[in-house]
Nanobody, 114 residues
């Protein structure tokens, strides 16, 4: 099964930007849907964005217009560009297939705070 490693998180002020990366150990070319998920303390993990193998995207209402998901099948990498960040975006962010594989990466922490 493909192993996933997320990176790019950090501490950013409200209104700032971050770009997350998700490197897969194997090919993601055949995975129809890849997604970014997030989990804030005390909350369930939620799906925030998906992208199909041909580049069609979908977003949760809470991030629409601010986040952009993309994928590079040749590099087996999925990205999440996050702009106009808000404190409520604070969470651990994960990537996975959609529906997700049983194994999850360690995630990357995003903290939006002044």
């Amino acid at each position: 099964q493909v192993q996933l490693v997320e990176s790019g998180g950090g501490l950013v002020q409200p209104g700032g930007s971050l770009r997350l990366s998700c490197a897969a150990s194997g090919s993601i070319f055949s995975i129809s849907y890849m997604g970014w998920y997030r989990q804030a303390p005390g909350n369930q993990r939620e799906l925030v964005a998906t992208i199909t193998s041909d580049g069609s995207t979908n977003y949760a209402d809470s991030v629409k217009g601010r986040f952009t998901i993309s994928r590079d099948n040749a590099k087996n990498t999925v990205y999440l560009q996050m702009n106009s960040l808000k404190p409520e975006d604070t969470a651990v962010y994960y990537c996975n297939a959609h529906p997700p594989f049983s194994n999850w990466g360690q995630g990357t922490q995003v903290t939006v705070s002044s």
